[in-house]
């Protein structure tokens, strides 16, 4: 059976305001779940309008295995900590590096984030996982309408989809689309 990691990463920053997202702002819920790890992922984003949730449902009914690593989201405010990126990150790094056989990554992320010390911290995390899973490990990312899709972060992934509506009611729709991409390319 094929195994897919899953896993996000979500934050609208707005460089201009002075509220840090630190990491409480990830670790309490808001108007998304806080920090959720592992194996409680799935039923807590179940039945949520989330690119995670869509992303799980249909690695599911596309029959594979799916291993939940680490999701966090913040209210949109100012840059994100340099505490909160590397906590959160290196959660996701670590538990993707421990997996013991992956056939692909589905991340579900914002594509606006700064943070303090990284002006592209989405590109930075997927050099990173990158470094662990190595160039050939398909990558599939959901990114809100609005990223900042960099060609270096873009070179980083296979599937790249995005949001098509506002009022965000694509979310799940959006990463059950990046999931059915990576089983392409998968």
């Known amino acids: 059976m094929t195994v897919v990691a899953v896993a996000g990463f979500m934050h609208e920053t707005n460089t201009f305001s002075p509220i840090a997202a630190d990491l409480a702002a990830?670790?309490?819920?808001?108007t998304l779940p806080g920090l959720t790890l592992g194996a409680d992922i799935p039923a807590r984003f179940a039945g949520l309008n989330v690119p995670v949730a869509g992303a799980i449902h249909m690695l599911h009914a596309l029959g594979h295995a799916v291993l939940p690593i680490a999701w966090a989201s913040a209210v949109p405010c100012g840059r994100v900590t340099e505490e909160a990126f590397e906590s959160i990150a290196g959660r996701i790094v670590d538990g993707i590096a421990a997996a013991p056989a992956l056939h692909g990554i589905c991340l579900d992320l914002h594509g606006a984030m700064v943070?303090?010390?990284i002006e592209d911290p989405e590109t930075e995390l997927l050099?990173?996982?990158r470094a662990v899973v190595g160039p050939d490990l398909p990558i599939a990312a959901s990114f809100d309408l609005h990223a900042n899709l960099s060609p270096a972060r873009l070179a980083l992934l296979n599937v790249a989809a995005a949001f098509r509506t506002y009022p965000h009611l694509d979310m799940a729709d959006t990463g059950a689309r990046a999931a059915a991409l990576l089983h392409r390319c998968m």
């Open 26 to 30: 990830f670790t309490r819920p808001a």
């Open 115 to 117: 943070a303090e010390h």
């Open 127 to 129: 050099r990173r996982i």
